[in-house]
């Protein structure tokens, strides 16, 4: 079992930066690729980037790439998710999940945290 527990989230200008993070309970977190998605109002869960076990492969979402960058301590056992040039188009809830490859389908992620509210204001 992981828990999943995000933070970071609030409201910032267009162009502004936020760092999210997502700390995870249990001794096996290491073992699982992380992922972000985010879900604006109406729409679906979509993904935004993931990493594997290591930290030594990514992949992101095209409309966030060099913009986000995703990383992870597994010491800390905690992923981030660092969001620069923000746009209102970001504006979503964000998820952290943890699954077992590094995978743009939300089937892939057996674990998932409750959100945190990113709000990018123009």
């Known amino acids: 079992q992981v828990q999943l527990v995000e933070s970071g989230g609030g409201l910032v200008q267009a162009g502004g930066s936020l760092r999210l993070s997502c700390a995870a309970s249990g001794r096996t977190f290491s073992s699982y690729a992380m992922g972000w998605f985010r879900q604006a109002p109406g729409k679906e869960r979509r993904f935004v980037a993931a990493i594997s076990w290591s930290g030594g492969s990514t992949y992101y979402a095209d409309s966030v790439k060099g913009r986000f960058t995703i990383s992870r301590d597994n010491a800390k056992n905690t992923v981030y998710l660092q969001m620069n040039s923000l746009k209102p188009e970001d504006t979503a809830v964000y998820y952290c999940?943890?699954?077992?490859?590094?995978?743009?389908?939300?089937?892939?992620?057996?674990?998932w945290g409750q959100g945190t509210q990113v709000t990018v204001s123009s």
């Open positions: 999940a943890a699954g077992i490859a590094v995978s743009p389908r939300r089937t892939d992620y057996n674990y």
